[in-house]
């Protein structure tokens, strides 16, 4: 008898044992908020400290001086702020291109949504170039046929946005259509054109699908919130206007 008790025991703790497959049944969430309660680590806090008074000392740099505030919405299909972008960036990125293929930029475009933040009257930081751009965007070149100009263009005048737009780009939107300058020559069928924009709208952002599959691509390696620090460096006062590169008759 005694033999048969310890089988069965045997046999029911083998059973117990065996593999049964897991489910999960029920997930919960706890909120933890932060506040001034939670004490703050100190001996994490000794070793993040010198990074961040030096990045703060970074971050704290003067770079240049605006006297007035430079801003994305201070005209109708351009602006200070804007014009101050597409420019430097020409003027950084240029070179550039020149150096590796002979050939100069025709104009640069970027959008309106990606100037983040505007540089208020007086001393520019760093900190200003970052909030100015955040992202990690790079500049590039596309080369566009004559017909991916006019889609542009048409891009434009139906946005009626000041999206940031160089110097070397003269578009009047007129009562017949419109009329368009490049480097203050009429566009020519038989050119192809050079345009400096963000590694973003090359790939369709802000739906500007013109700049996709262009008939080639210049990667520049350069950074656009780094040519805006460099240009900053090189600038001791910012000196911007508008002057009607991109304007409506109507």
Do not use: W
Request: aromatic share 8%; charged share 25%; proline share 4%.
């Amino acid at each position: 008898m005694k033999k048969i008790i310890i089988s069965l025991f045997i046999i029911n703790l083998l059973l117990g044992c065996k593999d049964e497959p897991q489910y999960l049944v029920k997930i919960e969430g706890k909120q933890l908020p932060v506040t001034e309660a939670i004490k703050s680590n100190i001996e994490i806090e000794d070793i993040i400290k010198p990074y961040k008074e030096r990045t703060e000392q970074e971050m704290s740099a003067i770079l240049s001086y605006t006297a007035v505030n430079l801003v994305r919405t201070d005209g109708e299909l351009e602006s200070s702020l804007g014009n101050l972008m597409a420019d430097l960036c020409y003027e950084r990125a240029n070179p550039v291109f020149n150096s590796r293929t002979g050939k100069n930029i025709d104009f640069a475009m970027f959008n309106y949504g990606g100037i983040r933040a505007g540089i208020t009257q007086g001393e520019i930081s760093t900190q200003n170039a970052f909030n100015l751009m955040p992202f990690e965007n790079s500049l590039l070149v596309v080369e566009l046929s004559p017909k991916k100009i006019e889609e542009l263009v048409n891009y434009l005048i139906q946005e009626k946005l000041a999206h940031p737009l160089s110097k070397q780009f003269n578009l009047t939107i007129t009562k017949s259509g419109y009329e368009l300058t490049i480097n203050n020559k009429k566009i020519d069928p038989n050119k192809t054109y050079f345009v400096l924009t963000s590694d973003y709208l090359q790939t369709g952002g802000d739906r500007m699908n013109f700049f996709k599959e262009p008939i080639a691509i210049h990667k520049l390696d350069y950074k656009v919130r780094n040519a805006i620090i460099d240009f900053l460096k090189e600038t001791d006062t910012i000196k911007v206007k508008l002057d009607g590169r991109f304007r409506s008759e109507n």
